[in-house]
C-alpha cells in the first residue's frame, strides 16, 4: 500500500495567521483526501482532491477557509486559513492505494493560540 | 443516511479478555466496511475489513462479524494484550473508485495488564 509523508508533524500557530500542511505519497494517486480529527473525536472528511481539478468540499467546509492544491499525483497541499482556536485539530491526508485500501499519514496536530 | 453509529465509546478489558466493538450502518448502498486502530499521535492504520458478501472474517486475533439483514458489523479481538489499548474506528464506503469513507465515533479501548 502508499506510504504518505505528511509535514507539519505539529504547529503551534498564532490566531488569524494560516498554515499549509503538505501531504507527499510514494506513488501515484488518482484522489487525495483530507480529514480533520478533532480533539477526542472521529475523522471528518473535508475535502477529495482530484489532480487538475477544484477539490470537492464536504457540507461545513468552505474552499476560503480550507484551500486546497494538487498540482500532480503524489502531492497535495491543505491551507488553514484565519486560524481560530476551533481549528486546533489533527488533519489527515488519505489516499485510495490499491482499491478499497485507504491509508492514512500521520497527521499535523495543529494547535492555535 | 451516511452514518454509522459506533458502541462502545469507551471499553476496559483485561488482558486474556474478549474486547468486542459493534457498529451499525443504515446506508444499504455500503460494500466495504473497513476497521481502524489508531495510537496516540498516529493516524490510523487499516486492521482489518470485509465486504457484504461474507459472514466472518479472520486475522490473527482479530475477527470481523458482519450481519448483512440487520446492518451491523463488529470487531472482535481475542486474548486481548496491553498492545491493544488504541482508539479503534470503524468505518463504510460504498461504490467503485475511489471513495470516501464515513467514520464510526470511535472506541477507546483499554487492556489492563
Known amino acids: 500500500s502508499a506510504v504518505i509523508s505528511q509535514k507539519p508533524s505539529r504547529d503551534i500557530c498564532q490566531r488569524g495567521t494560516s498554515l499549509t500542511i503538505q501531504c507527499q505519497v510514494d506513488?501515484?494517486?488518482?484522489?487525495m483526501f483530507w480529514y480533520r480529527q478533532q480533539p477526542g473525536q472521529s475523522l471528518t472528511l473535508i475535502a477529495t482532491?482530484?489532480?487538475?481539478?477544484?477539490?470537492?468540499?464536504e457540507s461545513g467546509f468552505v474552499i476560503d477557509k480550507f484551500p486546497i492544491s494538487r498540482p500532480n499525483l503524489t502531492f497535495s497541499t491543505l491551507t488553514v486559513s484565519n486560524m481560530s482556536p476551533e481549528d486546533s485539530s489533527i488533519y489527515l491526508c488519505?489516499?485510495?492505494?490499491?482499491?478499497?485500501?485507504?491509508?492514512f499519514g500521520s497527521g499535523t496536530r495543529l494547535t492555535v493560540v | 443516511q451516511q452514518q454509522v453509529k459506533q458502541s462502545p465509546q469507551s471499553l476496559i478489558v483485561q488482558k486474556g479478555g474478549i474486547s468486542i466493538i459493534n457498529c451499525a450502518y443504515e446506508n444499504t448502498a455500503f460494500d466495504y466496511f473497513p476497521w481502524y486502530q489508531q495510537f496516540p499521535g498516529k493516524g490510523p492504520a487499516l486492521l482489518i475489513a470485509?465486504?457484504?458478501?461474507?459472514s466472518e472474517k479472520k486475522e490473527g486475533r482479530f475477527t470481523i462479524s458482519f450481519n448483512k439483514s440487520a446492518k451491523q458489523f463488529s470487531l472482535h479481538i481475542m486474548d486481548s494484550q496491553p498492545g491493544d489499548s488504541a482508539t479503534y474506528f470503524c468505518?463504510?464506503?460504498?461504490?467503485?473508485?475511489?471513495?470516501?469513507?464515513?467514520f464510526g465515533q470511535g472506541t477507546r479501548l483499554t487492556i489492563n495488564p
Open positions: 470485509i465486504r457484504p458478501d461474507v
Open positions: 468505518a463504510a464506503s460504498s461504490g467503485q473508485g475511489a471513495q470516501k469513507l464515513v
Open positions: 488519505s489516499v485510495e492505494d490499491p482499491p478499497k485500501r485507504y491509508t
Open positions: 482532491a482530484n489532480q487538475g481539478s477544484e477539490a470537492t468540499y
Open positions: 506513488s501515484q494517486v488518482t484522489m
